[in-house]
């Protein structure tokens, strides 16, 4: 008579994609309003977006991962109690890190940061970096300031493009 088989004691975990980004619903707001908005980039690429507001905001945080779409940010609760409004938008092939072209993912953000003040009325908008997100924005701000790169040469820089320098200062 074979002896019954033993249950392994090992669980399988989740080793790729964004871990520990969710929120506790408990934990929004109670007058949380969420608004989905499908956008056309630049380049004619199609991205989408989700904002959360309480009503009344003239500033929106601003989160955005190049190739993940983690619409359940976790300071998404902090930032609404703050008084500002979330924004969380997905770049336009999430998921796929073969497609991930970083110049295409500026024109992500700016479809996003276009429809924030423009369609949706904010005033400010605040991008805000997580882990290396953070380090490559000032990294690259103060590349920028320190090189005399003109636009045309820069790698964002598309043919016929109208961008300059950024003359932005870190704080």
């Not at 199609?46 to 359940?72: D, I, K, N």
């Amino acid at each position: 008579m074979a002896e019954p088989a033993k249950k392994s004691s090992r669980v399988a975990t989740t080793t790729a994609g964004l871990r520990g980004v969710a929120w506790k619903p408990d934990r929004l707001p109670a007058d949380t309003a969420i608004s989905v908005h499908p956008l056309a980039t630049e380049d004619g690429a199609q991205v989408t977006g989700y904002l959360f507001r309480r009503g009344g905001e003239r500033t929106v945080v601003c989160a955005m991962h190049p190739r993940e779409l983690s619409v359940p940010q976790y300071v998404v609760p902090e930032v609404l109690r703050g008084g500002c409004a979330m924004w969380v938008q997905g770049g336009r092939s999430p998921g796929n890190d073969i497609r991930l072209e970083h110049e295409s993912a500026l024109l992500d953000l700016a479809a996003g940061q276009k429809f924030l003040r423009e369609s949706a009325g904010f005033e400010k908008t605040v991008l805000q970096g997580t882990s290396g997100g953070g380090r490559r924005s000032t990294a690259s701000r103060r590349h920028e300031r320190a090189t005399s790169v003109s636009s045309a040469r820069r790698p964002g820089a598309r043919p016929g493009s109208t961008r300059r320098r950024c003359r932005c200062r870190t704080v």
